[in-house]
């Protein structure tokens, strides 16, 4: 609620609260404060990649103003000169790293090679999609604008960690007035997930995208990690020149994931995905039968006031979802079991 938001002095973003919306049915939201460990915050969001094996897609992403701490949820602590995630940090690791490290445990569990994992790394900017891990004839790293993306196999967390961080090396970032490393688009890091299904019995209730070829069945989930681009009020940002029609650029790309999820959430018959790149790059994962959970970071300071309340609105849009999810998808299903 607005009229309960903390009566602080003015202060860092590093003392920004998070709001966890989950918008799958049977999920309380909750609220974390500055003091909240990534630790804890994690242990409500893993549920959610027990559900990617069932055969569900996957979106998890950070929404809120610039320098609220969204890539702080999303990856951990960073600073202009050092993007490293590092194993060795791991009490402050963020979403994307445990969500990755909680994949692999899981496949662990399963039959050995029944299971394997791609990963991309995108950025999404001024309406662009830059593909983060792509490699020019010299072998060097760099952004490279195309729709369609690469895609690594993995094997590991420390090998995902290592693809992470060269594309988080290329991510656009200026200085604003209220955040000087502040992110200038959105980062979509997903993993695909192949399992070989032995028969189609055993997915019968997934509503996972189900391919089928000569010999072999397979059923592919996604899951999609997004540290969104902040949010902002021009005036209070004081951005211009490039700096100004990129925000333009992330404010109209917000407001068209905002229409998506309204959509959805009022179940009408068109969902404007392809209003937006970035719409249309999620649509797996937030339409259809995907589970949505939206990191609302918000600051603490009531000079945000403003940008706090716009956050909850878009919060609010996001719980909504969980109305307007159609059915689910059958499977088609095997001569087995026919
Ligand atoms: N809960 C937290 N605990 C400690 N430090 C935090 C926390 N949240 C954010 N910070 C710190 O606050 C600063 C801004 O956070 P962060 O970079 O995550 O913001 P952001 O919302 O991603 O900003 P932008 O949209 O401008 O990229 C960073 O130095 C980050 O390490």
């Given at each position: ?7 602080l ?12 919306f ?29 559900s ?37 940090d791991e ?5 994307i ?14 039959p ?5 994992v ?16 792509a ?54 890091v ?57 925000t ?27 209003n ?25 300071c ?17 719980r ?19």
């Amino acid at each position: 609620s607005p009229n309960s938001l903390p009566q602080l002095p003015e202060q860092s973003s590093s003392s920004s609260s998070s709001a966890l919306f989950p918008s799958f049915p049977g999920s309380e939201s909750q609220v974390y404060s500055a003091a909240e460990s990534q630790d804890t915050v994690f242990a409500d969001v893993a549920p959610l990649l027990t559900s990617l094996l069932d055969g569900y897609n996957v979106c998890i992403m950070a929404y809120g103003q610039t320098g609220s701490g969204k890539t702080y949820t999303m990856l951990g602590p960073q600073s202009e000169d050092d993007v490293t995630l590092s194993i060795e940090d791991e009490l402050e690791l963020g979403i994307i790293p445990r969500a990755t490290e909680e994949v692999f445990r899981l496949i662990s569990e399963k039959p050995s090679g029944s299971h394997w994992v791609e990963v991309s790394v995108v950025e999404v900017y001024n309406n662009e999609i830059f593909d983060l891990l792509a490699k020019d004839s010299c072998g060097r790293v760099f952004g490279v604008k195309r729709d369609v993306v690469t895609t690594k196999e993995v094997h590991s967390t420390i090998k995902f960690l290592q693809l992470v961080d060269k594309g988080l090396q290329l991510r656009v970032k200026h200085p604003t007035l209220v955040h000087a490393h502040s992110s200038r688009s959105h980062l979509v890091v997903t993993l695909t997930i192949t399992m070989k299904a032995v028969s189609a019995d055993s997915f019968a209730s997934s509503p996972a995208q189900f391919e089928s070829t000569e010999k072999l069945k397979h059923i592919k989930t996604k899951l999609q990690l997004v540290d969104l681009a902040g949010s902002e009020c021009v005036g209070m940002s004081g951005v211009t020149g490039v700096a100004l029609r990129e925000t333009s650029f992330i404010n109209r790309s917000l407001s068209a994931l905002s229409d998506v999820l309204g959509a959805i959430a009022e179940q009408r018959s068109h969902i404007p995905y392809r209003n937006s790149k970035l719409t249309h790059l999620l649509q797996d994962s937030i339409g259809g039968n995907a589970k949505l959970l939206v990191m609302l970071c918000v600051s603490p300071c009531q000079k945000y006031v403003a940008e706090s309340l716009q956050s909850l609105g878009f919060g609010t849009r996001a719980r909504q979802v969980q109305r307007g999810q159609v059915k689910k998808r059958n499977l088609p299903v095997s001569s087995k079991s026919k």
